[in-house]
């Protein structure tokens, strides 16, 4: 009965560097091609813009992910204050020994809540923060 030896093959290890190498080539092209991109007006401008560009709808997803963060812990604190409701009812019924899982529903509820309402918090300071730089690059310009 013939047995089976499952070995690495050695050009796996291989490729990889192959892969490595090619990545590093890759970005050494890539920074050349912007030195030379920066060195005339229109490839200047033509990065500032796409900075710019990529800055701006970075700062747009992070605001949207913390909305969605933000909403989708308060609705799970949701779900928490509709167990703590069921667990409330239990207790005041006399159906269960103790305190304890309503208890817990209500921190898990505070938690959550606690979470999605500082989540909208920050998205509220951040606009503000950029309210804020908006005006005073405004007057900036103006005084000058």
């Not at 560097?17 to 991109?37: F, H, N, P, S, Y």
């Not at 560009?53 to 997803?61: C, D, I, N, P, Y």
């Not at 959550?112 to 900036?140: P, T």
Request: proline share 3%; no cysteine.
């Amino acid at each position: 009965m013939p047995t089976t030896i499952i070995v690495r093959p050695p050009a796996a290890k291989i490729d990889k560097m192959i892969a490595a190498q090619m990545a590093k080539k890759l970005a050494l092209i890539l920074r050349v091609a912007l030195q030379q991109l920066r060195r005339s007006r229109t490839g200047a401008a033509l990065i500032n813009g796409v900075y710019t560009t990529a800055r701006s709808v970075g700062k747009v997803l992070h605001q949207l992910f913390l909305e969605v963060t933000g909403f989708t812990f308060l609705a799970i604190a949701a779900i928490g204050a509709i167990a703590g409701v069921r667990e409330y009812g239990k207790y005041h019924a006399a159906q269960q020994a103790g305190p304890g899982r309503l208890l817990l529903a209500i921190a898990f509820t505070l938690s959550f809540a606690w979470f999605g309402l500082s989540s909208f918090w920050r998205v509220n300071r951040s606009a503000a923060k950029q309210r804020e730089s908006r005006i005073r690059s405004d007057i900036r310009s103006d005084v000058r």
